[in-house]
């Protein structure tokens, strides 16, 4: 079955970036999150907020939107390359600008930006596979119009010797295709409620992740109470379950001892909540309601 209605490239490319915008809002608001902003509060964080999320994931949907656009039917070549890594940066400053300077969604421009770009590519007709390995090729592009910044994420990769945000690109986000997607639509299938299938995703993609947002802020001790803690709940049943929902509690706990957060799975998992909703292999699709937040 067939959600988006053939309504052309501009029509398309509208949808797609409400489509990214909302899944960036459904992921803020999810709750609770271990050490994550979230609608109980700020998590680990104290420059950010669920305002301020929010208020950062509407200033990128005109970003989204020229990714989608510019992208449209196109091949990964480094002109696309080129072309959507300046989109990218122009969405990081209005990220900023929205924010008055927090980074509140670096990771998520990238991930969902990419993902938005390789849906387009597909004429919005991509099944998931085929959209993150369009986006794996864009991401393994050289973009030799970057300019060369030493972050904290690229840090955190050397001195661990993980792989970080662009690694998971470059491989075809491995955590969305191979653990959140099922994952979720696993949680759906045995009947637990959207809001625990997304947290189930949530923590699929932490028991593997090596979260550079983690690293830089914890360490190795941080990173090993994540990975450890969200298994502890998928192996209790999920958050469907109380057990799975108490260990829930006793992540969070821990990881707010440690002023973690996982950053990097919390964009990860927006940009599930997006390819769910995009992908042609989505058994689940229904119109999406003007004002909804799935
Ligand atoms: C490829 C880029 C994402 C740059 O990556 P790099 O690793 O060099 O740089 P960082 O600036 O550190 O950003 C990486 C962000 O990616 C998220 N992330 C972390 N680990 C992973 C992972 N293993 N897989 C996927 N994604 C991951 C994470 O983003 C979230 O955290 C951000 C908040 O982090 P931080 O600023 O560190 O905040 P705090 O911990 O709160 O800091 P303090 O308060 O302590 O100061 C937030 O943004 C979340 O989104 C990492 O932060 C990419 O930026 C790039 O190269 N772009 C170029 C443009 C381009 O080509 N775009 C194309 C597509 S549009
Ligand atoms: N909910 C959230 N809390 C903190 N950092 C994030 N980065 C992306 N989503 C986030």
């Known amino acids: 079955m067939k959600l988006q209605p053939q309504i052309g490239s501009e029509g398309s490319a509208a949808w797609l970036a409400r489509v990214a915008t909302q899944s960036l809002i459904t992921e803020a608001r999810l709750s609770p999150k271990p050490g994550l902003v979230d609608s109980r509060g700020s998590g680990a964080h104290h420059d950010l907020t669920l305002e301020l999320m929010e208020r950062s994931a509407h200033s990128l949907s005109p970003t989204f939107h020229a990714l989608a656009l510019q992208s449209w039917q196109r091949p990964a070549d480094i002109a696309l390359r080129q072309l959507v890594g300046r989109l990218g940066r122009e969405g990081e400053a209005q990220m900023m600008a929205a924010t008055g300077g927090v980074n509140t969604h670096r990771g998520a421009i990238w991930a969902l930006g990419l993902l938005v770009a390789a849906a387009a590519m597909h004429g919005c007709e991509g099944s998931s596979s085929e959209i993150a390995a369009s986006a794996a090729k864009l991401a393994s592009l050289p973009d030799s119009c970057a300019p060369k910044v030493f972050s904290k994420g690229l840090l955190a990769t050397r001195r661990y010797r993980v792989p970080g945000a662009r ?128």
């Open 167 to 294: 690694e998971e690109a470059q491989l075809g986000f491995p955590h969305i295709m191979r653990l959140a997607l099922p994952q979720l639509r696993r949680s759906r299938q045995s009947g637990a409620t959207e809001e625990q299938a997304r947290l189930d995703a949530l923590m699929a993609i932490m028991t593997s992740l090596s979260d550079t947002c983690v690293l830089s802020r914890a360490g190795l001790e941080g990173l090993e109470t994540m990975q450890n803690g969200a298994r502890s709940v998928l192996v209790a049943g999920g958050t469907a379950t109380a057990q799975g929902r108490a260990a829930l509690a006793w992540l969070d706990k821990q990881m707010l001892a440690l002023n973690a957060s996982p950053g990097g799975a919390a964009d990860l998992l927006a940009a599930t909540l997006l390819v769910d909703r995009i992908a042609c292999d989505n058994a689940t699709l229904t119109p999406l309601p003007q004002h909804s937040h799935f």
